[in-house]
């Protein structure tokens, strides 16, 4: 899949930004070094922050407590996202505009190279944020980064023998993960916004949001790690 746009849309799990083992100040300090370099390249990106672990940590919680609807865990995540979005605007400093987008639906001018989005309301996962914002600024590809490299034909948690998917159709994904979406789905990516994608034209690239050199060949529309949706 060709990157050949000058704006990027990320979405960028919220297991990259805090990952079980916490945050990793090092890791960060190398993002925020990357999105320099491919700032200077003229290349603009809007990032969507998911949750991740954070967001599951509290759902768990409150559901260990009570029957919480599915509505109010959705607030839950989307304050979650909202937190971790606000760590990623602060560390790229000056390279991020001010104000973390809320309404994916706005499509904001900004001089500064990088938007940073966050959680809308509720029913809505980072994922179809991710897809809306690429419908608005006329991306043709969205990029996900998690903790996973690729999408598997079986879970390899469970599954020694899974194999990774290179390529994969929006039919055959929607076969294998349904088109239903459920607050805290632990899915490569979101059911429902996989439909709106393909309806929309737009593909998804899966990868591992830690490599940052295979990042840098996913943007350069070179040869990449990862799956290729759509």
């Known amino acids: 899949m060709a990157m050949k746009a000058n704006r990027f ?7 990259v930004v805090v990952p079980k083992g916490g945050i990793d100040p090092v890791f960060l300090r190398e993002t925020v070094s990357f999105f320099r370099k491919q700032a200077g390249k003229g290349r603009r990106f809007v990032v969507v922050v998911g949750g ?9 919680a409150a559901a260990a407590v009570t029957r919480v609807p599915d509505r109010q865990m959705d607030w839950i995540g989307i304050r979650t996202t909202i937190l971790n979005a606000t760590l990623v605007q602060s560390v790229l400093g000056d390279m991020a505009h001010g104000k973390i987008v809320t309404d994916p639906r706005v ?11 966050a959680g809308w309301k509720p029913g809505f996962s ?23 490299s690729h999408v598997y034909d079986s879970d390899p948690r469970i599954n020694p023998r899974a194999r990774k998917i290179e390529k994969m159709t929006w039919p055959e994904f929607s076969r294998a993960f ?6 805290g789905l ?17 593909g998804v690239v899966i990868a591992d949001g830690t490599d940052l050199r295979n990042l840098a060949l996913i943007l350069d529309g070179r040869k990449f790690h990862g799956t290729t949706l759509g």
């Open 9 to 15: 849309v990320i979405s960028l799990g919220g297991s």
């Open 52 to 60: 991740g672990a954070t967001c599951r940590k509290y759902m768990e």
């Open 107 to 117: 499509r904001l001018k900004s001089a500064a190279p990088i938007i940073v989005a």
């Open 126 to 148: 980072s994922d179809m944020d991710a897809v809306i914002l690429a419908e608005s600024f006329g991306t043709r590809t969205v990029v996900n980064l998690s903790n996973v």
């Open 178 to 183: 349904g088109t239903k979406w459920v607050p």
């Open 186 to 202: 632990n899915a490569p990516f979101d059911p429902v916004a996989a439909v709106r994608a393909r309806r929309a034209g737009i």
